[in-house]
């Protein structure tokens, strides 16, 4: 007799930062839905003995076409479902015939149809403000939607710094099962609030030791340091683990990916060296200021402040969100972020390879121009929209405590 290994299945699976967590507690995941081509080549690329579906969810709206991808029933359906084109009400306003705005309830029919022991849907912290063109609470018509097929719904709002991430990045989670009572979101694992005196030092909370949160550098300084335009989608280390997370990162990894400077012009560089720890473009003197496109040197009267921020070192991480390259600035080094820096800051280990082009240009430009071979997540989006693997990996272990997936007993031979 053995143990059962627990079952899910990822839709919206993107890079699969959410599926990779719940392999790392045990879980099996045969099956993956994603709908972007570079995404999806990352995790076939990642995951080649896996069925990774590349298909629009929404071609999947009966039973029929639903069980017809998916023979099996799983133990729990993990995903992401967009829902900005959901609301039209809140901080972010929205098109109520976005299209984006039917992906909730497909994910919704999966659940009817494979009845689950249990799913978990990741989102934004900002859906929980948002209403409907009707007033109605986004996240009240998702309860809703969930409570009437049978599960009892619990929305955890979990920061992944304290789960042994090095970002502050909070994140809401819709959680679903059939039993009686809440059973509550995973037990915290570290603090932020841990530094007396500049020291990082161990907090009790409810009778139990709480690790300080993991900073920056301890992500990244192992790293080989590059200028703008180094480094190589393939190249090896240069240097020795400095600490059990950094050893973590490396398991099974010989060689080092995605970690390439972005192509930064001689300005650029100069501009950034006029940037500290926790200031961003819009504090450098005037005379290393943007300049206006085509403007003949004339300075830029726009000021992004949330552009090229200098990350803090000796603290976690700001978000890491899709456009993370331009968002902040290496903390000793006079360049953004490589593809790989944000991977580890998300906690994917090294040996995660990300496919598909660094970076783009935006979406509407290549549509404008019909570069529809480009139109993908390139590497630094499908970084920054993952679920943080460590994150999904303390969900993934809380369900099997709480629900009991792993007691049922198979035969062996």
């Not at 009845?115 to 934004?124: D, L, S, T, Y």
Request: aromatic share 10%; glycine share 8%.
């Amino acid at each position: 007799m053995s143990t059962r290994q627990p079952v899910a299945i990822d839709l919206f699976a993107g890079a699969g930062g959410f599926g990779l967590g719940f392999e790392m507690a045990g879980f099996d995941i045969p099956l993956s839905l994603e709908m972007d081509l570079w995404a999806c080549d990352t995790l076939r690329y990642n995951h080649p003995q896996k069925t990774i579906l590349q298909h629009d969810i929404r071609e999947y709206n009966t039973a029929d076409s639903i069980r017809s991808m998916c023979r099996f029933k799983p133990d729990v359906v993990i995903g992401g479902p967009p829902c900005q084109g959901f609301s039209i009400a809140g901080p972010a306003k929205k098109d109520p015939k976005d299209p984006r705005n039917s992906l909730f309830t497909n994910f919704a029919q999966w659940i009817r149809y494979l009845e689950p022991k249990a799913f978990v849907m990741e989102n934004v912290k900002g859906l929980l403000a948002r209403r409907n063109g009707e007033g109605e609470k986004v996240i009240d018509i998702i309860r809703n939607t969930f409570t009437s097929l049978g599960y009892r719904v619990e929305v955890w709002v979990l920061n992944a710094a304290e789960y042994g991430i090095p970002q502050i990045r909070e994140r809401i989670f819709i959680v679903g099962h059939y039993e009686s009572a809440d059973i509550g979101p995973p037990l915290k694992t570290h603090t932020l609030n841990s530094n007396l005196g500049g020291i990082p030092q161990l907090s009790l909370f409810n009778g139990y030791i709480l690790q300080p949160a993991l900073t920056l550098w301890e992500a990244i300084s192992d790293l080989p340091q590059l200028n703008a335009r180094e480094g190589a989608e393939e190249q090896p280390y240069d240097s020795e683990a400095l600490n059990p997370f950094q050893k973590w990162a490396r398991a099974g990894s010989t060689h080092l990916f995605n970690h390439a400077a972005m192509d930064h012009s001689p300005r650029l560089v100069e501009r950034f060296k006029h940037i500290k720890w926790g200031e961003s473009s819009s504090d450098v003197p005037e005379e290393h200021g943007a300049r206006r496109r085509n403007g003949n040197g004339e300075l830029s009267k726009v000021n992004y402040d949330q552009n090229n921020r200098r990350l803090h070192p000796y603290k976690p991480s700001h978000t890491i969100a899709a456009s993370f390259y331009a968002n902040f600035i290496h903390p000793f080094q006079h360049r953004n972020l490589t593809t790989r820096e944000g991977a580890r800051i998300q906690s994917f280990p090294d040996k995660y390879r990300f496919l598909g082009k660094k970076t783009v240009v935006s979406h509407k430009l290549l549509h404008r121009e019909e570069r529809f071979d480009e139109k993908y997540l390139c590497q630094y989006n499908q970084v920054g929209n993952a679920v943080p693997p460590l994150l999904a990996k303390a969900i993934a272990q809380h369900l099997q405590e709480k629900l009991e997936l792993c007691n049922q007993l198979i035969e062996t031979l």
